[in-house]
């Protein structure tokens, strides 16, 4: 298929995918005072309207010491310039939502990236 300018499309491309952890933030909470993805969701999507594409919560299993309460998570947007409105000039950010610390910083994979992707 040609277009106007030339160009010649491939219809079986594959959709381009940006890497989504450039679309990620890592967040963090006190001991003690975990937040639910729920939560999370509604404080970035009233900060971002329209942005959050997913929220996930670490949930360990519960044992004698911890109670089960996340004390970790990563928010996944739609562009990924929203970590960086978010972030501003700085590494790590603290905001209070619903009166607890939530600590946010650059999503950074710990899994090793295909060298073709």
Not at 5 to 15: E, I, S
Not at 42 to 57: A, K, L, T
Not at 66 to 80: D, H, I, R, T
């Amino acid at each position: 298929m040609s277009t106007s300018a030339g160009f010649v499309l491939n219809a079986n491309a594959l959709a381009y995918n940006p890497n989504p952890d450039l679309r990620s933030l890592f967040v963090t909470f006190s001991n003690g005072f975990p937040l639910t993805e729920y939560q999370i969701f509604c404080y970035f999507n009233w900060m971002y309207p329209g942005s959050v594409m997913e929220v996930f919560v670490h949930k360990p299993t519960p044992t004698a010491k911890v109670a089960g309460q996340g004390l970790f998570g990563k928010v996944m947007f739609n562009s990924p310039f929203i970590p960086d409105f978010v972030l501003g000039p700085y590494e790590k950010v603290c905001f209070s939502v619903y009166g607890r610390p939530m600590y946010c910083r650059r999503f950074v994979s710990q899994r090793p990236r295909n060298a073709n992707a």
